[in-house]
């Protein structure tokens, strides 16, 4: 905060839409603050890293508080930006890390237009937790164990001479009950303001565990978003424990993203996968 600025760092765990908790913040400052304090930037957190800035006009905020449009007004004021480097030091939450949560819930799992048996369901549990270590550091897996289902009579395995990367789903449903479904460890951070970065390390999924990494290139202000990830997975054991098997390989894709509006993006994925296919 300086005499005219005041600059607010928002993680959001309440509201659904992110505009209403920007919104609701940005009528808390026009309370507590002094009269001074005309401009609000207000930065959403994600995962630990700075999403965006949103600039505000303090005057703006109260003049269109009831006015019917006002949303729409104060939508074409506000300034977007990719996220500001704050100032001065960064005043977190006392108690924000670490932090665990978790859950149990149920789940189900299908097989379906197998010749033999056209539809195969299990359902049971899933135990998932995750730990925040620090901003953008996590921990987190689930375990599972079927109730009840049928999925672990499958009888039409693959005798392809190509690599096997998922057609040896039958042995997984036979053999892995309880499973660790996944157990990973994940790093989010930004290299700049409008690059973000990942690096994970772990059991990805019921198959495969990996060495990933990820960068991301998007602009606060483009419709278009560039990124490319490089893996090194192997196959897991059938009983989804903590061993693997032999197969191994090296995957990776270069993707780009254009925002459509509306909800809906556009994306264009070129690279290597699983069966080591480009």
């Known amino acids: 905060i300086s005499g005219t600025r005041a600059e607010f760092r928002l993680r959001n765990t309440r509201y659904g839409i992110a505009p209403q908790a920007i919104g609701r913040v940005a009528r808390a400052m026009t309370r507590i603050l002094p009269i001074s304090v005309e401009t609000f930037v207000i930065t959403p957190m994600v995962e630990g890293m700075a999403a965006a800035s949103i600039t505000l006009s303090r005057s703006d905020i109260e003049a269109l508080e009831n006015a019917p449009d006002g ?13 500001v480097r704050p100032a001065g030091p960064v005043i977190r939450n006392q108690g924000l890390y670490p932090h665990l949560g978790w859950s149990v819930t149920p789940y189900t799992r299908g097989s379906f237009f197998d010749p033999g048996n056209p539809i195969r369901m299990d359902f049971g549990l899933r135990g998932q937790a995750r730990i925040d270590i620090a901003p953008g550091l996590s921990v987190s897996g689930a375990i599972t ?20 990367v998922r057609s040896d789903f039958g042995f997984y449903n036979i053999q892995g009950d309880p499973a660790l479904e996944y157990l ?39 419709r278009l978003a560039l990124g490319v990830e490089a893996n090194l997975v192997r196959q897991r054991d059938f009983d989804t424990r903590f061993g ?28 290597r996968y699983l069966a080591g296919d480009w």
């Open 71 to 83: 949303s729409a007004l104060m939508l074409q004021r506000a300034r977007f930006s990719d996220p």
């Open 184 to 222: 990973t460890a994940d790093y989010l951070f930004q290299v700049a303001p409008a690059v973000y970065g990942r690096l994970s390390v772990g059991y990805l999924e019921r198959m495969y565990g990996r060495i990933s990494g990820e960068l991301l290139w998007k602009p606060v202000n483009s």
């Open 244 to 271: 693997f098997q032999s197969y191994q390989v090296a995957t990776g894709h270069v993707s780009a993203y254009y925002d459509l509006k509306n909800g809906f993006v556009a994306q264009v994925d070129a690279g």
């Open 145 to 164: 164990k079927k109730i009840v289902g049928n999925l672990d009579t499958i009888t039409r395995l693959s005798n392809s001479v190509l690599p096997h």
